[in-house]
Each structure stands twice: as structure tokens, then as C-alpha cells.
């Protein structure tokens, strides 16, 4: 009898681990904090994680099975446990310990871990369901935003869904979309045994159209052409799988040359329709080739360090081109718009290595599984491929979490060899998940009491109590020191009280983890209000170069020149403000030119 109630508890634990996957895959998206995009979702994130991994923790010491659960099956399984190892290494040599960065990694591979450990008929019926409500809860609520009923969480766009602005939106649903568009053309051969499908057959059909047309209205309100070419691939190849003309026409060998054309035809005609953007990440590709990607080839710079080696980077190409008219093109980078690129930085060859053997072990050729649901899963893992060679796809929590788990549905799905399983007791493996979710809790609630202290302090910043910000960052500066946003958050409040030489040192502190014109504008205030005139100048010159279409450096920059009476560059420089063409044009930008223009009617 009591092997009964505990084979029960074991079978109620293991279904509620797939009731909270299934969760987190939903609402991941529409957890947010105002200003605090990223942080919510990683929060939001590691907390489901760490509850994930007390229930896998339980479900061990439960279990009455002896020979132990499987822990290496496969060569993802491999692959994914030294890229694993390899962050931990990196981290400890680069000294790159930040919570923003680690947690959000460890989390999804330990939701990856345990999604493979505990996979099952029902877990994926679980993961598919969630995967389609989740995309189709977030179309409607983007178009909602988009008529006006819900507000948007960007004032500058009609909507976002649960994202910063459209881009991850589109992006978003992007990665989601191959696989509703797979179930709908394959649905009588992935639920071939399903008895709720049968019955249902009817409504499920109008349920999957619904769906992707609501898809598709959203994606196309969001203007995303990285979005767009994700899904004009992937449905390109659904349906060379599905129409039997087409895959007569197309023989194995034209399949990649009439992919590549519609990938070419594409690109051509959303270029077009963002030249200026297109022309902005261009510039970014060029100067990543040409100056980054030699930079600490082997084994990379650190994760999450892409934003202040590239902003530096790209003040010496503005600096020394004498192509003014590009002026324009560049602004406030924090992604390189491929992800290749960026990880090739961050991580070195080693880790875009494991990457990709990753992703290969994943898409390669299988014919000894169920081929069309394998393909289905493998389609929607290559639309995210196709989004993150244009965009910042695999920096979006909720597209990463999909990531993962196409990643891990193939491996499982697709497993050719039984490698020989590696195994450890049952309790051995509960008491170690204990022990680490206790640790993991442990310091999550430290960055949530942190991120409230400094939320605080951006309140009091903007009620223009600087005092009172100071003390909430003081309190959050141990957890917080290596956030770069919160550095420069932390140094601007400690220059508007005066402390000059203390905002600089935590400012200098922030240039190794995050630089935007603000960082060295607030710099050069400081040595000004110092007296340091010859660094102020050299800061503000910083700040013009980052982006030299922004008026602000140079305004700085004219008005210490005029301060300290050299009139000759005064005059010069300020008839320079008055002649730039700006890359955004603001009350602000006219007023600053107006003061230009008065303090130069005087001379």
C-alpha cells in the first residue's frame, strides 16, 4: 500500500513539472517590470527553474527506482554539459561574474536538462499546447495594444506585446509560427494516435488557421523584416515536406539554391524597405569583421561585455572615416544584429564551436524517426537560426527558452545510437538539487531585493531627490557593482549631488561593462566642475565620436569652450552644431542650437 502512495506522489510530481514548463512557457513573455525588461524575464525565469529543480530534486528521493535517473544519453547532452563548464571557466578567467548574464544561462540549461530527463508523451503534448497558446495570447494582446485597449510598454510604438518594442515581438512569434503552421499541414500524421485530436479534428483545424492568420496580422504589424524572413524559409520548407508537386520540381539538389534565391529576393526587399537601418547594421558588420572578432579569438571577451569593446570601436571608425554622411547610420549599440557575430566575440571560437555542433547534432539528417513531427520541430529551430543571423534573437529570454526546447525535442525525438547511459542514485541526484536550488534561491532573492532598492532609486532620481536615490544605491552596490546600467544610473545621481570625484569613479568602473554617451558626457561634467578642463574636453570628445550625429557632446563641448573664453574654437565648433544634420530631430536638439546661436551673436 505504501508503494502505491508513493508511486502516486512520484507520478503527481512528474505531472506537475510539465503543468509548470508549460507555465513558464506561456506567461514568460507578459511577466515585465517598467524598466526592467530583461531582469523580469530572468527572474521570472530562474525562479521557475529553481522550482523546477526542487520537484525534479523530490521526485528522486521518492522514487523507489534504484538504478538511477539518466543524466549523459546522447552527444547534445555532452555538448551542452562542457558548454556549461566552459562558461563557468570563462567566467572565473575573464572575472566576468555578473548575475544578468549567469543566471539566465544556467537557468535555460537546467530547464533543458530537466525537460530531457522528464520527456514524455505527455510533457511534449504539454510543451506543443503551451508553445501555440503562449504565441496566439501574445498576437492578441500586440493587436490590442495596436487599437488602443491595452497600452504599450514603449511610448514610441503601438505595440510591443510583452516585449521593450515590436522587434522581439515579431521575433517572438516568428519562432513559434513554423511549428503552428507544421501542426496544421501534418496534423493527421503527428496526431495520428491522438483520441482527443480525432474528436476534434474539425475545430482543430479552424483553431491552427486562426492561429497563424492572427500570427501573421501581428508580425506584420510589427515590421519586423528579420521575423518575416524567418518565416518565408521555414514556410518554404514545410511546405516542400507537404505538396508532392513541389518535391517532385524541386529535386535534394535545388532545395538549398531555391531557398537561397527566396533568402536573397528577401533580404533585397526589406533592405530596401529600411535603407537606413539596413545601412546602420552594415556598418555594425563591418567594424565587428574588421576590429572585434580579432580580439581574444580563442576563447572571447566575456558574455555580455559586446556593448563597450564595440561602442569604443566604433568612435575610432567614426573618427578616422571621412565619410561624413555616415554620421547618421550609427547610434547606441548594445547588439551586433547577429547573433554569430556576437557570441564569436563573447565566447571565442571554442564556445560558438560547441554552439554549433549543438545545432548540428540537432538538424542533421534522421531517418529512423516519426519524420514529419521531427521535421516540424527542426523547421521552427532553424526559423530562430534565420532571425538571429539579422537580429538579437538569442538575447530574448522567451525566443531562447523555444530555442532550447526545439533543441532538446530534436535530440530526443531524433536519438539514432543508444550511447551507453551514464547514471547515479536517485538520492545522490535529489540531495545535489536540493542543494543547489537552495543556493540558487538564495541568490536570486538577493538580486530581487537589490532590483527593488535600485527601482527605488530611479523613483527618487526622477522626483528629483537625489539624496534619497544615493542611499537606495548604496544599498544594492554589493549585488549590483558589475550591471553597467546601474553604474551609470549610480555615478549621474552622485553628479547631481555634487560628488563629483565618486560618480567619476564608479563611472570609470561602468566603462568596463557598459558606454553610451551619457557615461562620458557625465564624466567630462565632472572633470569640469573640477576644474580639469583638458579632461573634460577629451570626455566630451569620447562622447561626439560614439555618435557623431548627436548634438549633445558638442553642445557640452561649445559651451566649455566658451566658458573657458576660447572664442576661436567657440565659433568654430558652434557654427559646426548649427550645420549638422541630426539623426533624430527634438525640441531639445532646437533649443540647444537657439542658445548656439544667441551665445554667438555676442562675439
Known sequence: MQKNRSLYSLDRIESQISILIGFLIIFLPFVTIDSFFFESHFLFISFVAI???????????????????????????????????????????????????????????????????????????????????????????????????????????????????????????????????????????????????????????????????????????????SAWISILISSFLLLYKKNSVIHSLLKKKNLFFCGGLILIISLLGLILYKLDSSIGRIIIWKICINNLLTYKVIYGAGLGLFNPYYMNEQAIFMQNTNNSWLWKYVGNINYCYNEFLQYSFEIGIIGVLIIVLVIYESIKKNTEVDSYFYYVFKCSLIGILICSTFSYSLHILPIVVNFIIYIIVCSSVGQTKQRKKRTIDNKIIGVILLFLASIGGYEIKKYWESLYEWSSAIYSFSNHNYENSIVHYKKCEKVLGNNGRFLNNYGKALNMIGKYENSNSILHKSQKYEVNIYTYTTIGDNYENMFDYKKAEEYYWRAHWLIPANTYPLYLLFKLYHKVGNKTKALELGNQIIRLQTKIQSSATDQMRQEIINILNDY
Open 51 to 225: 522550482v523546477l529543480v526542487i520537484f525534479a530534486a523530490f521526485s528522486n528521493i521518492i522514487s523507489n527506482n534504484h538504478n538511477g535517473r539518466i543524466i549523459i544519453e546522447s552527444r547534445i547532452d555532452i555538448l551542452i554539459t562542457l558548454f556549461a563548464i566552459y562558461v563557468i571557466v570563462q567566467t572565473i578567467i575573464l572575472k566576468n561574474y555578473r548575475y544578468e548574464v549567469l543566471f539566465p544561462i544556467f537557468s535555460i540549461i537546467a530547464l533543458g536538462y530537466i525537460i530531457k530527463i522528464y520527456m514524455s508523451k505527455y510533457l511534449l503534448e504539454v510543451i506543443m499546447i503551451s508553445l501555440v497558446v503562449g504565441a496566439l495570447l501574445q498576437s492578441l494582446y500586440g493587436i490590442l495594444q495596436y487599437i488602443g485597449i491595452f497600452k504599450t510598454n514603449n511610448i514610441f510604438f503601438r505595440l510591443t506585446g510583452g516585449f521593450s518594442n515590436p522587434g522581439p515581438f515579431g521575433e517572438y512569434l516568428a519562432s513559434i509560427y513554423p511549428l503552428i503552421l507544421g501542426i496544421y499541414l501534418f496534423k493527421n500524421k503527428i496526431f495520428v494516435y491522438n483520441t482527443i485530436y480525432m474528436i476534434l479534428r474539425k475545430y482543430t483545424s479552424i483553431f491552427l488557421i486562426l492561429s497563424i492568420f492572427l500570427l501573421l496580422m501581428s508580425i506584420s504589424m510589427s515590421h519586423s523584416r
